[in-house]
DNA sequence: ATAGGGTTAG
């Protein structure tokens, strides 16, 4: 039994299947532990399957399957699932919140919270961070102020998952120093809590702050993951600081374990690039394109789409720097990749024009014009065809 | 015992 529940937790579904299979007594724990395993691997259709056939659920059986429909996409589905519960307990609740606001309904997400609360259901942490999830996302700064109140209520107010989400919506709703206060005022600021303020710090232009917060997190033996350094460089990025870029991505690497993502790659490609170090950043790019290619944290959820979008962001990087430096050479390089890859965004076609006008080759800034104006057309009647027959 | 949550994206 304990086999099951740790290979379920895995995603070691055909382990846990083979045990299952093999098991005399079930209950209602060992069935829920495969549906929940099958949901979070992305096997939605299984999870149904065994959902479906299972004699007794409970209010965690529902809540596996409203998250498994929430993370691949079905809202609709889990809504169905959500209706179909006997007895509705604040999880359930909480993972319904939560798909909406995972799946861009962030005000659907508001609206299922206000509707919790007033059927009474107390709000527990999840339900709070879905809630403040969708708050930022649309930048509901009036619900955003209104939450220090439930967390009172729902005594979770020492939460660092809350307040880290917190953290993260006054950055993005622009006020940093709210992010600031919620951050002093934590009592164990964990990894993503330093994260979260060091790119909030880089987005709003204090690089040398951003750093200083990175030594901090240092001394206070905090270890860094990928995404703090994410927020690192970006600070060295937006501040020009080309000698600590370099550092801080070898300390990365070399000091912390951590294989470098497209993500980081793009930082530096960033940093190198705008401060003229053109050769060097493409350098980086074709010596580990390898890497940047398949991605070195590629998730199970992380789509193609996602890897192409990613790679976009290298060469969207030298593109910027070849427009900055006036570097024609290379600029064209990144700008074919970028066609290849987003062929849809008009705005590589204007870089590469502008990089053109600079050196004065009208002939070829008007070529690039000229494309991206049949892409214009070609888009748009495409549309309007569609949105005419409904 | 089994579930749901927070930090990267130019």
């Known amino acids: ?153 729902s005594s979770c107010n020492q939460s660092p998952v809350v307040s880290n989400a917190l953290i993260h919506m006054h950055a993005k709703c622009g006020s940093i120093d709210g992010a600031l206060n919620e951050f002093k005022n934590m009592f164990e600021k964990d990894v993503v809590s330093y994260s979260a303020l060091i790119t909030a710090l880089a987005d709003h232009g204090r690089a040398n702050e951003a750093l200083e917060l990175f030594s901090r997190m240092q001394k206070d033996g905090v270890e860094p993951n990928q995404v703090t350094f994410v927020g690192v460089l970006n600070a060295c990025s937006h501040a020009g600081l080309v000698h600590e870029g370099r550092k801080y991505f070898e300390m990365m690497t070399n000091i912390h374990g951590i294989s470098p993502s497209t993500e980081h790659f793009a930082c530096m490609v960033d940093i190198l690039g705008r401060a003229g170090h053109i050769e060097e950043a493409y350098k980086l790019i074709t010596d580990n394109v390898g890497i940047i290619d398949t991605g070195v944290n590629s998730s199970s959820r992380a789509s193609q789409g996602l890897h192409r979008l990613r790679e976009g962001g290298v060469w969207g990087a030298l593109l910027g720097a070849c427009r900055v430096h006036g570097n024609v050479e290379l600029g064209e390089i990144a700008a074919k990749h970028l066609f290849e890859i987003e062929p849809e965004n008009t705005g590589n076609y204007l870089l590469l024009a502008s990089i053109y006008t600079s050196a004065n080759r009208w002939d070829d800034a008007a070529r690039m014009r000229k494309m991206m104006c049949e892409i214009g057309i070609q888009k748009s009647p495409g549309r309007s065809w569609v949105s005419n027959k409904d």
């Open 1 to 153: 039994m304990t086999d099951i529940l740790g290979y379920a937790k895995k995603g070691m579904m055909v382990n846990a299947r083979e045990l299952f299979d093999d098991m005399v007594e079930r209950n209602v724990v060992s069935w829920t532990a495969m549906v929940a395993g099958y949901a979070n691997s992305g096997d939605i259709t299984s999870a149904k399957e065994l959902f479906d056939e299972m004699p007794v659920r409970n209010s965690v059986t529902w809540t596996a399957m409203i998250a498994g429909y929430g993370k691949c996409g079905d809202v609709i589905k889990a809504v169905e699932v959500f209706d179909q519960i006997p007895a509705c307990d604040h999880s359930a609740w909480a993972a319904m919140i939560t798909c909406y606001g995972h799946n861009g309904y962030a005000r659907e997400a508001i609206e299922m919270y206000k509707r919790m609360r007033k059927l009474n259901v107390k709000a527990d942490e999840v339900s709070l961070v879905g809630l403040i999830s969708a708050c930022t996302q649309i930048g509901d700064v009036e619900m955003g102020n209104s939450i220090a109140d439930q967390m009172e209520e």
